[in-house]
């Protein structure tokens, strides 16, 4: 089956043009369909449409075919869902964060859309998929003249009312250069060792992350643990996944933060469960961070619901998304990043940067662009306390890349720990450097005390207010 599906990747021209002269000639059967009955010819059509694209592009029949748009690959087999563009787990040889023996399936995408020369990235933002069309047939859908809204990929529209902005955005809107930090909620009901570890922050950084169930593992909800630092004076930025949530709980999460006091949400697709603590747990993946995004910018902008029902009262939120600069695709990177902007980041966090030549590469496209000018691109770093828990983290953690010469310099120390640290605090010193990057985002798990201390050798402690 896979062999077939690249087949049709490596042929995507010829079978792009059998595919719009078949939309050409499709509303010539409109008439006869409906003499016969859309419920006939669905039962006519969908058999037929699910053995030929199966066979051809491994297709799961999702009832809103996109295979025009990506390049005859169908996103239907990546293992998250994603609807626009890979995650940032993508092996270093192209192999998927969930299953390492499949491509991924957006380096095949864009090696197909080069093919039928739509260039390798997507130029458009699609729509989450509308899960009563299961199943269903699209050729049907097609014939009766029905399109896909897409959203293209300009400029974010200008917001239509007013808003309250709070201190992060106030910081990475002010031009300085803004320090963030990630926390891991805690194994635990009681929330006193959390504000213990965000305590070492007050005053030092601009916000402080909760993660979501990093790496597939439970700990306490996002939400709540934002809430609570929020309530104790920090300012939260509250990590939204799309892993374990449909859209229903995720907007339901969203106004909850809001309620208790968190104004900065960060919308991402979530690492897989098989790597966690749950490899048993069911992925939801009812939605990839651009669908996430899409949603929240609805709420906030339009004041509604997905499902357009009106809101009582919008929620007030500063809207973030990851980027991963050092996997592939590297091309379509950029594309990936401008995507999630104009679906309504207003601030981007990277991965892990250990490597700042290729930091370097990707923020000169970024500048090209202007994308440093619509987001504030702040760059995720780290260290961990010797080469062999970098070494793992290389070869164990879908989406890290970490070069060579930093292990063999830090494995050469005397003392491992401090030579990590050295390492991070130079890596925080040129990206101060790089024009476009607006900040740096620290990480490391349960490793408050280091991250505190290359703040401190940084010189980058700035007091953020006390306002979420
Ligand atoms: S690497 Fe990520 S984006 Fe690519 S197919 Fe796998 S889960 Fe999907």
């Known amino acids: 089956m896979r062999a077939l599906r690249r087949w049709s990747v490596r042929h995507a021209a010829g079978l792009k043009a059998l595919y719009d002269a078949c939309s050409r000639i499709a509303p010539a059967f409109a008439r006869p ?113 029905e399109k896909e809204q897409v959203t293209p990929l300009d400029p974010a529209r200008p917001r239509d009312h007013e808003r309250v902005i709070h201190s992060f955005e106030r910081a990475c809107a002010s031009g300085v250069f803004v320090t963030t930090v990630e926390i891991a909620p805690p194994d635990s009901a009681d929330p006193s060792t959390l504000i213990a570890r965000a305590e070492r922050f007050r005053g030092v950084v601009d916000a402080i992350n909760i993660t979501d169930g990093a790496g597939g593992n439970c700990h306490m909800s996002s939400a709540a643990a934002a ?98 600069p050092f996997v592939p695709p590297h091309e379509d990177r950029i594309d990936n990043l401008a995507a999630k902007i104009a679906a309504g980041a207003q601030f981007i966090q990277t991965q892990f940067c250990f490597d700042v030549t290729r930091l370097e590469r990707f923020m000169e496209r970024v500048r090209d662009r202007g994308l440093d000018r619509r987001a504030a691109i702040i760059v995720g770093v780290g260290t961990l306390s010797s080469a062999k828990a970098l070494t793992w983290m290389a070869h164990h953690v879908p989406g890290v890349h970490v070069p060579q010469g930093v292990i063999t310099r830090i494995a050469a120390a005397k003392d491992q720990r401090a030579e990590g640290l050295e390492v991070l605090v130079e890596t925080i010193d040129a990206l101060r450097a790089v024009p476009g990057v607006a900040g740096v985002h620290l990480m490391g798990h349960r490793n408050e005390d280091v991250l505190a201390e290359a703040i401190r050798r940084s010189g980058l402690a700035r007091p953020a207010t006390a306002t979420a």
């Open 33 to 145: 369909m409906r003499l016969l009955g859309r419920a006939r010819a669905e039962a006519l059509l969908a058999p037929v449409e699910r053995v030929a694209k199966g066979a051809f592009f491994d297709c799961r029949m999702c009832g809103t075919c996109v295979l025009s748009r990506t390049g005859l690959a169908c996103p239907t087999n990546c293992g998250k869902g994603m609807r626009n563009g890979p995650c940032g787990g993508v092996r270093p040889d192209g192999g998927c964060e969930v299953d390492p023996t499949m491509r991924c399936v957006w380096i095949e995408a864009g090696e197909g859309r080069a093919r039928v020369g739509a260039g390798s990235g997507a130029t458009e933002i699609l729509p989450p998929i509308d899960r009563r069309l299961e199943g269903r047939s699209t050729w049907v859908r097609v014939i009766d003249g």
């Open 227 to 324: 809430a609570v630092l929020a309530a104790n004076g920090h300012v939260p930025v509250c990590q939204i996944a799309a892993r374990d949530r449909n859209r229903i709980a995720v907007q339901g999460d969203m106004l909850g933060a809001a309620a208790l006091g968190v104004r900065n949400v960060l919308c991402i697709t979530g690492d897989d469960v098989g790597q966690g603590d749950h490899p048993d747990a069911k992925r939801v993946f009812d939605l990839d961070s651009i669908g996430l995004l899409t949603i929240a910018r609805r709420m906030r902008d339009d004041g509604t619901f997905a499902s357009g029902r009106r809101l009582e009262v919008a929620p007030d939120l500063f809207l973030g998304a990851t980027a991963n």
